[in-house]
């Protein structure tokens, strides 16, 4: 209100109106219950943000009746792996940005991350068990959330008309074979061998050069869609005897028996079946002259745009187990990418997610069956946080759908919007895999924006001032949300 004169501003009239909707929905809604089943992270963040919408909700966690082979309690929210939230750093990292957008959506992750935060440097690491025990306690002593004990066979019962599938990397077999036989998918779990994903700006194009192979354009390209990096025959055969001996991943006990995907095999698995396996596979020189001389190279490494903004490229066929340090001091003997900038390393580890650029529509709806909404790691998003998120929004999503309000968006210039337009149709559904939150998903800043920057300043200050435009945005956007007031 402005002083004497007693107007109102926008601010104001924005919280009041938020606040006479809210209590009109109160006042005159009493909504059937939605069902979340899984009790992780991000099941657990979606529930909280349900209930404090004001939406009773049944939380399905089939822990301690099924156990799994990675968890140890029947605690919400356990931590399976590492204990870290990875970095805190709100100005120049992306996951820090994440971290501050969930505080100012009321996350009950963070909440309790922030409540039981240990010594970790610039990350946000906590103590486990009793972060999972706030959790649980928080969730059980809210009147609009019933916890249920036990699995949840199959696809949930047709009754259920606005479900909440959050049930992460270890989805239980019955509801994974009912997912791909709605979905028609071939496979939901396998060991997925993840390829590197590369920030093209890192990628010394002195050396490299856009081609595809035997120019050939193919759908909505331009016979110029592939960067490639060449090798001589030393190079390459430097290159295999690296990849053979490279230190790599030892598989859980639990993991030993689940088969490799055939088509995504670790470029280590194929190097072993013969020194020229791969130049007769990813790294065939067929096709493909060195724009720079003219020669044909002895192999090539290619990289396939990865996203529609054009910021990350994906080494084709170069899924790996390798460790991450050996992994790029590998990959940075390549010519081209010696200054590589990695937006996520390659990996292995059994895995069951879906192909949601294709599968999901932009609220995270199955496309085949609208009443399940998807949520967390089985999306196809990797790390605590993400997965937390995408709870953060598919609780938010589905309690606007139960009172019929419109389901808005976050901006794509918001971690969370960047991060549910990658897996929801900014991937290449061709191509998709588990991606972390990163600079690269984001959109470029605004055209003159680094213009009176410094060139050796350009890269702290576009994150910073990325990280400025997500934060101010999430404000926004949260503020003219019609489940702002809780």
Not at 117 to 137: C, H, I, M
Not at 245 to 269: M, N, S
Not at 270 to 297: C, Y
Not at 356 to 378: E, H, M
Request: charged share 25%; glycine share 8%; aromatic share 8%.
């Amino acid at each position: 209100m402005d002083g004497a004169r007693g107007q109102f501003t926008r601010s104001h009239v924005i919280a009041f109106d938020r606040t006479a909707r809210y209590v009109l929905r109160m006042i005159n809604s009493s909504p059937d219950p939605v069902h979340v089943i899984g009790g992780g992270l991000a099941g657990s963040e979606a529930a909280w943000q349900l209930a404090r919408a004001g939406v009773p909700v049944i939380l399905h966690e089939m822990r301690p009746d099924q156990k799994t082979d990675a968890h140890q309690t029947d605690s919400l929210a356990e931590l399976v792996c590492s204990n870290s939230f990875r970095s805190d750093d709100s100005e120049n990292n992306a996951v820090g940005i994440l971290h501050a957008e969930m505080r100012l959506l009321g996350s009950i992750i963070m909440a309790a991350a922030d409540t039981h935060k240990v010594p970790a440097g610039g990350a946000l690491a906590v103590d486990r068990d009793a972060f999972a025990a706030q959790v649980t306690e928080t969730l059980m002593s809210h009147p609009l959330v019933q916890i249920e004990r036990g699995e949840v066979v199959g696809l949930p019962p047709e009754e259920w008309d606005n479900v909440i599938v959050a049930t992460g990397p270890l989805t239980s077999a019955s509801l994974s074979a009912a997912i791909i036989e709605l979905s028609g998918e071939d496979n939901l779990a396998f060991f997925d061998a993840i390829a590197p994903i590369i920030h093209a700006e890192s990628i010394d194009m002195s050396k490299a050069w856009f081609q595809s192979r035997y120019d050939k354009p193919g759908p909505g390209g331009t016979g110029k869609d592939y960067i490639n990096c060449p090798m001589d025959e030393a190079q390459f055969e430097a290159f295999i005897d690296a990849l053979i001996e490279g230190d790599k991943v030892e598989f859980h006990e639990w993991e030993q028996d689940t088969p490799y995907f055939e088509g995504c095999l670790p470029i280590e698995v194929m190097a072993e079946r013969g020194r020229q396996t791969l130049r007769f596979g990813p790294m065939k020189p067929v096709g493909l002259t060195n724009a720079h001389d003219g020669s044909r190279p002895h192999a090539v490494v290619q990289l396939r745009q990865d996203n529609k903004l054009g910021t990350l490229f994906n080494m084709v066929g170069f899924q790996t187990k390798l460790r991450y340090g050996p992994q790029q001091d590998v990959f940075r003997s390549i010519p081209g990418l010696e200054n590589a900038e990695f937006a996520r390393l390659g990996g292995i580890h059994r895995n069951t997610f879906m192909n949601s650029p294709r599968l999901l529509d932009n609220t995270l709806r199955l496309k085949a069956l609208p009443r399940l909404r998807f949520a967390g790691q089985v999306t196809g998003v990797e790390g605590y946080v993400e997965s937390a998120a995408m709870g953060l929004l598919a609780g938010r999503f589905a309690a606007a759908e139960r009172f019929g309000e419109d389901m808005v968006l976050p901006p794509v210039t918001t971690a969370h919007g960047a991060l549910l337009s990658h897996v929801t149709g900014g991937a290449d559904d061709e191509t998709f895999q588990p991606m972390n939150v990163n600079f690269g998903l984001f959109p470029p800043l605004e055209e003159g924006a680094m213009e009176d920057i410094k060139r050796k300043e350009r890269k702290v200050m576009r994150r910073r001032l990325m990280s400025q435009r997500a934060l101010s945005d999430t404000a926004v956007w949260f503020s003219d949300t019609p489940l702002a007031a809780e």
